[in-house]
């Protein structure tokens, strides 16, 4: 056997299976399964015992850069919020934000749920740190215009809050600073609020101590979180598909290093 063959496949073949392993997972789901994590399990267990009725508030706290792994997971909480009957209201402290809340908004705008009511976009408030603190302490004294220009005090959804304990939760989806740290040490500290996040991969190490301290209820963690989330809801979709996706491209990659490091030993062995 040629085993130098081995050694020198053409990078166009490897690019081209890399290629199909990726996107094949994505139009067709394999379902390779997915272990539910601890924390994405008391995540999703305190969302489904909210009453329906009842509201959550989403802090849009991240930009185009984090959205691969945040807009999965803002998508997987907002389907079981809506499932279940629970409005949802959303704020931003980075000015993205209110885009991607937008967006999730429209989703179901299309399948007739109502603006004002079922759930609101009450756009981006500048200031970082201290916009958090005063959000978080008088939420319409805050904000007087929603992302569509209509008045706050007008939305039905709005009607009996007025400090962020009127929420039934709040998550942060975070991507770096203003965000976790901030609404820990301005608001979660001071008004006791039942405090959740939804980040990026990279940014799972530094709310950890703040989740082992239980000022952070419950973690998601980017995309794996993600699918975890969808996998406890029973409706596997996109972030379970990526992570199909991911696995396998992962697996071809270590089966191209073992291929490429047999094949050099064994030439090495029949030369001599």
Same mark, same amino acid.
């Given at each position: ?45 305190? =969302?489904?015992? $909210? ?9 849009? +706290? !991240? %930009? *185009? ?92 959804? =709005?009607?009996? $809050? ?9 998550? +942060? !989806? %975070? *991507? ?97």
């Amino acid at each position: 056997m040629d085993w130098k063959k081995l050694q020198n496949i053409d990078r166009r073949i490897i690019y081209i299976l890399l290629i199909l392993a990726t996107v094949i997972p994505m139009i067709n789901p394999i379902g390779i399964p997915v272990s539910v994590g601890a924390s994405a399990q008391k995540f999703y267990n305190f =969302m489904d015992a $909210i009453p329906a009725g009842d509201k959550v508030l989403f802090s849009m +706290d !991240f %930009a *185009a850069s984090g959205a691969p792994d945040i807009v999965p997971e803002a998508k997987a909480v907002m389907q079981h919020l809506m499932d279940k009957g629970v409005k949802v209201v959303a704020i931003a402290f980075w000015d993205n934000g209110p885009m991607f809340a937008d967006q999730l908004m429209k989703t179901y705008e299309d399948q007739g749920f109502e603006y004002g009511v079922d759930f609101a976009n009450l756009g981006y408030i500048p200031g970082g740190e201290t916009a958090i603190k005063r959000f978080g302490e008088d939420v319409v004294g805050s904000v007087s215009k929603d992302f569509r220009n209509n008045s706050v005090s007008s939305l039905p959804i =709005m009607e009996g $809050i007025k400090d962020t304990r009127d929420f039934a939760a709040v998550i +942060d !989806f %975070a *991507a770096g600073n203003p965000g976790t740290d901030e609404w820990i040490r301005q608001v979660q500290g001071t008004l006791g609020i039942n405090f959740f996040v939804a980040c990026a991969t990279v940014s799972v190490p530094q709310a950890m101590p703040f989740v082992n301290s239980g000022q952070i209820t419950a973690l998601l963690g980017g995309m794996r979180g993600a699918a975890e989330y969808e996998t406890a809801m029973g409706k596997p979709g996109g972030a379970v598909a990526k992570m199909d996706a991911q696995s396998l491209g992962h697996l071809l990659i270590i089966a191209f290093i073992a291929i490429g490091n047999i094949a050099f030993f064994m030439d090495k062995k029949q030369a001599r």
